[in-house]
């Protein structure tokens, strides 16, 4: 635990003889003397001194303070803050409907584990039941998806700086709720705080959410059984570590962390559905959530298949679809262990020559002309002509995957929106050691567009943080989604005043509605006009009109060649690509 109000170094804050504000900056500057360094606020007239005090924090250098006049993009704009950071940002909203709106976004994080501090404003005791205006049940109003829910009155003499610890240590592994009870006058005139010192703030801070839970529990593994391990969202680099000193076949989801290395296997739904392959595993090794195929859950429940899923934090629930895993904290290789046994080597080789194979089939369709040999004119020319046919060709959703992935680099970000895009991009793309994001503990459209600005946000914060030791400038964050997902986000892309935005490119695969429902049983049962009401959706929106209103860059990119320029004409102007999909 880093430097905090116990510590030693916390100072008094300037008193302003009025409980709102004197509480809001004990408990806004004990919190960034712990680690927060973003603060997103809503307006409103209840949490109005909370939103003044993190405003004079701002204004002296303390924090990055994001004004969002629609609490749902606040949320998920927090989410993006930590998906990134590993620290959790402090959201402030007032009362009433304004705590809803930041449910959804509390509700992924806790799915995903991702850390957040939620505070709200509410009226007084006095003023709950009788139907004051603006008033709601607000304590516990996020239920379960809070790790802790707490409802302090302002007045009533509670220590700030140690209630910002708590919420602190909660946040670790998700969202957490502190409902703050204002009375009137709701504010006064905030104070210099220039004089505090934050300087001792905690650089261990930034990777909160890799805190352990209490329990250590540690699997040693044998060679034994013929063993996959299965990467699933923010698995983390220990999986492809267990995978190549096991010698065993990598299944690693595209936001899993990975997603490299020599025992990838990218074909993994094929190769389960086989029983030459996914009917012979015997164990399964789990790391992270995995959420885009049914292939995995279907083998995890298999009754001859043990299962050992690697958990290390304190949440209770864990991915165990068929209720029989054995949950453990870490895992050790005996050493007995030999990657390069003959019978290892041929169980895994198998598998991932199999899976290239497999992909390079697949790719083959859509593959670039070869040059061949263009020493006379005719082939030069036939050379020529399939070369700008391939430049002309319309972009696939395998083709725009292939694209995003392979303009992005490691100094960059890519954050994918859920449904159809992110399955093609898993099931496709090989290994390579790129940050990669995605919502999905939940796996829901929403937020998508302010958590990719809210990771833009924090990498271009932490390139610019000495503390972290980055000398390469931050790169482009790219956010790949469908055209629904934009338009159920299309707030986030509202700019306030002031506010730096990084460079990012939201990257547009439009098909016209909801086409990842073509792939299910629906499509096949439900009437063609039912269908596309009520599962497809379409919506024509003019895109272009879209970015200008909100002052966006546009560009349109209809073919293979101006999809390629459009990638790569990074600019400083954050950028609206939508890509018409064949």
Do not use: C
Request: proline share 7%; glycine share 10%; no cysteine.
């Amino acid at each position: 635990m880093g430097d905090g109000p116990h510590s030693g170094v916390s100072q008094p804050s300037p008193a302003t003889s009025n409980p709102a504000t004197d509480f809001s900056i004990e408990l806004l500057t004990a919190l960034v003397r712990l680690g927060v360094r973003h603060v997103i606020v809503s307006p409103g007239s209840r949490s109005q001194a909370l939103a003044l005090v993190a405003a004079e924090l701002e204004r002296i250098g303390a924090i990055e303070l994001h004004v969002r006049i629609d609490e749902r993009v606040g949320g998920f704009l927090a989410l993006g803050l930590a998906l990134e950071s590993g620290a959790p940002a402090v959201v402030v909203t007032t009362s009433g409907t304004a705590i809803a709106n930041v449910h959804p976004a509390v509700m992924e994080a806790h799915e995903a584990r991702v850390p957040m501090i939620v505070i709200t404003a509410d009226r007084p005791v006095e003023l709950r039941g009788i139907r004051s205006n603006q008033t709601t049940t607000q304590p516990g109003a996020f239920g379960a998806a809070a790790r802790v829910s707490l409802d302090v009155d302002a007045n009533a003499g509670a220590d700030a700086s140690a209630l910002a610890a708590s919420l602190w240590a909660s946040a670790a592994h998700g969202p957490v709720h502190l409902n703050l009870a204002l009375r009137d006058p709701l504010s006064a005139p905030v104070p210099d705080l220039s004089s505090l010192d934050f300087s001792a703030r905690s650089s261990e801070s930034l990777v909160s959410a890799g805190v352990a839970g209490d329990f250590v529990t540690t699997e040693r593994l044998a060679q034994g059984p013929r063993t996959v391990v299965i990467a699933g969202d923010k698995a983390g680099p220990a999986a492809e570590e267990l995978a190549r000193a096991g010698g065993w076949p990598l299944i690693a989801e595209v936001s899993s962390g990975a997603r490299f290395g020599p025992n990838l296997v990218v074909a993994y739904r094929e190769l389960l559905n086989d029983a030459d392959f996914g009917g012979a595993v015997e164990r399964a090794i789990v790391f992270g959530h995995p959420t885009l195929s049914r292939e995995i859950p279907a083998l995890l429940t298999r009754p001859d298949v043990e299962v050992i899923v690697v958990d290390d934090t304190d949440v209770p629930e864990f991915f165990d679809p068929g209720r029989g895993a054995r949950r453990v904290s870490e895992v050790e290789l005996e050493a007995s262990v030999d990657p390069n046994e003959p019978d290892v080597r041929n169980w895994t080789g198998r598998w991932v020559f199999t899976s290239r194979r497999l992909v390079d089939l697949a790719a083959q369709r859509g593959a670039p002309v070869e040059s061949g040999d263009i020493s006379d004119s005719a082939t030069r020319a036939a050379y020529l002509r399939g070369e700008l046919a391939a430049v002309r060709e319309s972009v696939t959703r395998r083709m725009l995957a292939d694209a995003v992935w392979r303009f992005t680099w490691p100094r960059d970000r890519l954050v994918l929106g859920a449904s159809r895009l992110i399955r093609v991009l898993d099931g496709t793309v090989g290994g390579k050691k790129i940050t990669v994001h995605a919502n999905r503990g939940l796996g829901g459209i929403d937020g998508t567009v302010a958590t990719g600005i809210g990771v833009a946000l924090a990498a271009s914060a932490k390139a610019e943080d000495p503390r972290i030791g980055v000398s390469t400038p931050p790169g482009v964050t790219r956010v790949l989604l469908g055209d629904l997902t934009l338009l159920h986000d299309v707030g986030a892309l509202l700019r306030a005043p002031g506010e730096r935005i990084p460079p990012v490119q939201i990257v547009v695969g439009n098909d016209r509605g909801g086409t990842i429902f073509e792939g299910l049983e629906v499509a096949a049962s439900a009437a063609p006009d039912a269908f596309e009401r009520v599962q497809l959706t379409p919506r024509d929106v003019d895109v272009a009109a879209l970015a200008q209103a909100y002052g966006w860059q546009y560009r349109r990119a209809a073919t293979r060649g101006e999809l390629d320029q459009a990638l790569s004409a990074v600019t400083p102007e954050p950028t609206i690509i939508e890509v018409p999909l064949a």
